[in-house]
């Protein structure tokens, strides 16, 4: 897997990002000089060409990330696949054409974007079936044997087995119900025959709860000796989930791991990205202020603005103030979570929740410096005390301010029960730990992606 803004991301994904960025330029480069002949020269070099086709090619992409096409645990279904693919070719033309109307000039020659997307079209559904084709190899899988047995580590193979963009393949195991010290001489003799396999294995995974007395630590050093990776299943599920799983995890797992550094020069530079996006964000809504204030104010009887405390950095309570999107009765019975289709959100409430709207005026909690633009959604008093008793590591969320957005919201969503929560924490922590300016910017463009398919709403 590859890194990229302390995000990782499956090798074969970025292969074939990068494989239709060139098939996005190669046929409007084509397409450029079938129609141009001698003058092509001319109008990419002299008249901004090789710009617009780079604009062009990154609009594709843009629109491809915005519908899921590069995630394949959504998108199954070939069909699904090609109609999504014609989806941003027809999102591309609209886009274009909206250009062109305004402006001549971002056209590259007569019927050079015509010509282009009638190249592109067939072209990236054969690049995708060549993608599915070598992705069906074994030759092109990483061979993975589960150190394990259980339901602790089926989990972790059907993990594997249910993301084939991993690129991963799960070899010679089998669940065994044996006593410890039978288990332990049954992993001696699979890593023996591990030794001598042809096709090699690539890679060890250690998914044992209690390694205590069945570790075959001298048989795994040898092996890893040889070349063969080996690693714990807390380190692949953190890589293939983007979270820190709770179960099983340890204090040592901070103290001794990489991350969770917060050097008072990364707050300082986060806090002043968070104050800009928050001054542009509220600069940009002014215009649609009164219109969302009469909606409120017409949808049901009551202020326009809702406040209510929460838990911010270091323990402090604070008001974080939303449009209200509720009845004014709606906690005459004692504080309670959200849910789908919760009967105490008015309808235009629901609206508003939707699409986010609901939250821009903590905008004015991230200039107050209550909250910061990306971080830990806060959470109420009356939940934190209970949380903190039942969630490990569950305090570790006030070490930072508290986000408008976070890393949990665009990955997972709403969480409102304790199990939710839980999963919830788990995204959390997986941003404490590996928090930088660059993953905020990515979980900013994220949320762009998350508000438009309204994702994750109550």
Known sequence: MIRFLNVYYPTRTIILLLAEACAVCGCFLAATWIMLGPDAFIALEYQQGLLKIALITLLTLVLSYYFDLYEPRILSARQQIYFRILLVLGFDCFLLSAFLYFDTEVLIGPFVYTL????????????????????????????????????????IVEAIRSNPDMGMEVVFWEDVQLEPSQRKQLWISVLARIAKADPPVHRIVV???VQRGELPVQELLLLRFRGIEVEEDHTLRERLYGKIQLDGLRPSSFLYSEGFHLP??????????????????LLLFLPFFPFVALAVKLSSRGPLFFRQDRVGMGGRIFQVVK????????????????????PRVTRVGSFLRKTRIDELPQLWNVLCG?????????????FVAWLTQELPFYYLRTLIRPGLTGW????????????????????????????????DLLIMFETIKTILLRRGAQ
């Open 207 to 209: 998914a044992m709860e």
């Open 408 to 439: 949990a919201q665009v990955r997972y969503g709403y969480g409102a029960t304790l199990a939710e929560t839980k999963e919830k924490l788990e995204y959390d922590l997986y941003y404490i730990k590996h928090m930088s300016l660059g993953l």
């Open 370 to 382: 209550d909250m910061g633009f990306v971080g830990p959604r806060p959470e109420r008093p009356e």
């Open 264 to 281: 008072p020069s990364l707050q300082f530079t986060r806090q002043l990205v968070s104050l800009s996006a928050a001054a542009l964000g």
């Open 323 to 342: 449009f209200r999107t509720m009845f004014t009765d709606a906690e005459a019975h004692g504080a309670k979570w959200a849910t789908k289709d919760d």
């Open 116 to 155: 282009g997307f009638a190249l592109l079209t067939p072209t990236l559904i054969l690049l995708r079936r060549g993608y599915e084709w070598v992705g069906a190899q074994k030759l092109f899988r990483e061979r993975v044997y589960v150190l394990g047995s259980g339901e602790y580590a089926r989990s």
